[in-house]
């Protein structure tokens, strides 16, 4: 027999922690002069009709994985999408609190929609400059991954040698992938609604094993 020495094949590191990142589902649009639902100070709008559709999806897609847990944030729209996973694995679902979206500070509410739409230059030197504390009153770039970090690494300590599935929002989605590679602040910004994003929380790093994977999506 021939001595051979196969190609790497990506093994979860003793410990690790396989998280799926999913970004939840389409919401209502905003609507000129009527705020969004708040929930601590943020817009907390509800999923529209494509959006329920984009849970069913990823319920489908995922309901046969060995996925040990599930998390959501403080908002609605991230538990509706939650649901028909949950439903389907007979899972209650776990709140994470420091997974919860960028604060928008006055643009909060449905008003950053409409600023971005119109390329407001808060917005515009946001963009440029990778930094969303340039929109008034809103969380610093520096802020926001401190608190993903800090609530990836707390799944991951109570998850050893599981996968667990986490329903969150774009721009944590976008932190999560740069806290992972290292990579400028908002490489990884725009994930589409539903997609499944994949990482792995080890003892002493994050690895990046999938971003925005859609092929399950209507």
């Known amino acids: 027999m021939k001595d051979e020495a196969r190609q790497h094949r990506f093994k979860l590191p ?16 905003a609507v000129r002069g009527e705020m969004f639902p708040m929930v601590d100070g943020q817009g907390d709008p509800p999923l529209r009709a494509e959006g329920e559709a984009q849970a069913l999806a990823v319920a489908e897609r995922l309901k046969t994985e060995p996925i040990a847990a599930i ?58 400059r990778e930094e969303w504390g340039e929109i008034p009153g809103a969380e610093t770039t520096a802020a926001l991954h401190k608190r993903v970090s800090l609530g990836l690494w707390r799944i991951a300590a109570a998850h050893a040698d599981q996968m667990v599935a986490v329903v969150v929002h774009g721009g944590v989605v976008g932190a999560a992938m740069a806290l992972a590679t290292g990579s400028r602040p908002f490489a990884f910004n725009g994930a589409n609604n539903g997609s499944i994003s994949r990482l792995v929380v080890a003892r002493d790093r994050m690895i990046l094993r999938g971003f925005n994977d859609v092929a399950h999506l209507p």
């Open 14 to 29: 003793q410990g690790a922690c396989d998280i799926l990142l999913i970004r939840h589902g389409e919401t209502q649009a």
């Open 71 to 128: 998390y959501v944030t403080t908002m609605q729209r991230t538990h509706q999408t939650a649901r028909p996973l949950a439903a389907a694995l007979g899972h209650a679902p776990r709140i994470e609190p420091d997974l919860r979206e960028v604060f928008l500070g006055d643009w909060d509410g449905g008003e950053y929609r409409f600023r971005a739409a119109a390329n407001d230059p808060a917005f515009v030197r946001a963009r440029e």
